[in-house]
């Protein structure tokens, strides 16, 4: 009797030793360095100095000449002290022709260098963005790798129980080995068929030091993750109720997490989500990839704003 349950559990081990896998490797992108774009200090020459607010009252009047979607934009850029000598320059007839020509190429140098700017972070943004999906692309290799295995193993140990109660059966009509050995075999087949479909959860080790999402929730940039003036965009108010983009944003991540974790789980997935990463299980790592496209839309629709200013600012010549 014991014959047959030894071969039965030797076909079991010897098939679950071939579906036996390896750790999930992060693919050679999530982590590099090649998306990030470079660090400016503050003393950095390559950091584009934003003028503040104007203090000048004819200048303010000037300003309010721009349509009111457009106020908070050239505020956030650091243009009011320009746009409000340009348009009060415009008003003067006596205004040199040499004076507008510098002062319209002051102007399209920064918005250049706005742009580059912009341009600079959305390519991080999808770059990042990229090396999550390449994961959770290998989550998903990994896991139809799996079920290949165990429905292959399946196949393999009902035929090799078949065979084997058959030889048994020929040599020995009265032994009851052959029963034992179908049903054996008939039980890791479906044990073996059954965990192919089973999904089994996956952690990786995720670090992101320099992570887009902590400043959007803790309301302040002071590493400077995003250019001056992006972050004011985000944070200055487009409705009359005062709303900002990173409202909006934190409302879109909430209504995400609110539908993925609750109870005490939540905190010590905010804590990993914004902060400079750690363990992931694949359902996290997916809801940070949520979070983080829901970011990239909100800097994408930035540049509209960029090109409607643009636009009006072109008119003025």
Same mark, same amino acid.
């Given at each position: 009797?014991?014959?047959?349950?030894?071969?039965?559990? %030797?076909?079991?081990l010897?098939?679950?030793?071939g /579906?036996r896998?390896a750790?999930?490797?992060?693919?050679?992108? $999530? @982590?590099?360095?090649? /998306? &990030?774009? !470079?660090?400016?200090d503050?003393d950095?020459?390559? #950091?584009l100095?934003l003028?503040? !607010?104007?203090?000048?009252?004819?200048?303010?009047a000037r300003?309010? =000449?721009?349509?009111?979607?457009?106020?908070?934009?050239v505020?956030?850029?650091?243009?009011? !002290?320009?746009?409000?000598r340009?348009?009060?320059?415009?008003?003067?007839p006596?205004? !040199?022709?040499?004076?507008?020509?510098?002062?319209?190429?002051e102007?399209?140098?920064h918005?250049?260098?706005l742009?580059? =700017?912009?341009?600079?972070?959305?390519?991080?943004?999808?770059?990042?963005?990229?090396?999550?999906?390449e994961?959770?692309?290998?989550y998903?290799?990994?896991a139809?790798?799996?079920?290949?295995k165990l429905?292959?193993?399946s196949l393999?140990?009902?035929a090799? @129980?078949?065979v084997a109660?058959? &030889?048994?059966d020929?040599?020995?009509?009265d032994?009851k080995?052959?029963?034992?050995?179908g049903?054996?075999?008939?039980?890791?087949?479906?044990?073996?068929?059954t965990a192919?479909?089973i999904?089994?959860?996956r952690?990786?080790?995720?670090?992101?030091a320099r *992570?887009?999402?902590?400043?959007?929730?803790? @309301?302040?940039?002071?590493?400077?993750?995003?250019?001056t003036?992006?972050?004011?965009?985000?944070?200055?108010?487009?409705? %009359?109720?005062?709303?900002?983009?990173r409202?909006?944003?934190?409302a879109?991540?909430?209504e995400l997490l609110?539908?993925?974790?609750r109870?005490?789980?939540?905190? $010590?997935v905010?804590?990993l989500?914004?902060?400079? @990463?750690g363990?992931?299980?694949? #359902?996290i790592?997916?809801?940070?990839?949520?979070?983080?496209?829901?970011?990239?839309?909100?800097? *994408?629709?930035?540049?509209?704003?960029?090109e409607?200013?643009e636009?009006?600012?072109a008119r003025?010549?």
């Amino acid at each position: 009797m014991t014959e047959p349950r030894a071969l039965g559990f %030797a076909m079991l081990l010897l098939v679950l030793g071939g /579906c036996r896998s390896a750790p999930l490797a992060l693919p050679r992108s $999530a @982590g590099a360095t090649a /998306c &990030v774009r !470079p660090r400016l200090d503050a003393d950095s020459p390559y #950091r584009l100095f934003l003028a503040g !607010p104007v203090d000048d009252p004819e200048l303010r009047a000037r300003l309010e =000449q721009l349509p009111p979607e457009l106020r908070g934009v050239v505020r956030a850029t650091g243009l009011e !002290p320009l746009v409000g000598r340009i348009l009060r320059a415009r008003s003067e007839p006596s205004t !040199p022709p040499i004076a507008l020509l510098s002062m319209r190429q002051e102007l399209t140098a920064h918005l250049g260098a706005l742009g580059s =700017q912009l341009t600079s972070l959305s390519s991080e943004l999808d770059c990042t963005d990229e090396a999550t999906e390449e994961i959770l692309h290998a989550y998903e290799d990994r896991a139809h790798a799996r079920e290949l295995k165990l429905t292959i193993a399946s196949l393999v140990v009902g035929a090799l @129980g078949g065979v084997a109660a058959g &030889v048994w059966d020929a040599a020995d009509e009265d032994s009851k080995a052959p029963a034992i050995v179908g049903a054996t075999s008939a039980g890791v087949t479906a044990a073996l068929g059954t965990a192919a479909f089973i999904p089994r959860e996956r952690s990786v080790t995720y670090m992101h030091a320099r *992570n887009l999402l902590a400043p959007i929730a803790r @309301g302040d940039d002071p590493e400077h993750l995003y250019p001056t003036f992006v972050f004011r965009l985000l944070t200055t108010p487009r409705d %009359a109720d005062g709303t900002t983009p990173r409202d909006a944003l934190l409302a879109h991540w909430e209504e995400l997490l609110r539908d993925e974790v609750r109870g005490p789980e939540a905190r $010590a997935v905010r804590e990993l989500l914004y902060g400079p @990463g750690g363990v992931y299980e694949e #359902r996290i790592l997916r809801l940070r990839e949520s979070m983080f496209d829901q970011l990239v839309l909100s800097v *994408n629709a930035l540049s509209r704003e960029l090109e409607l200013l643009e636009r009006y600012l072109a008119r003025l010549w």
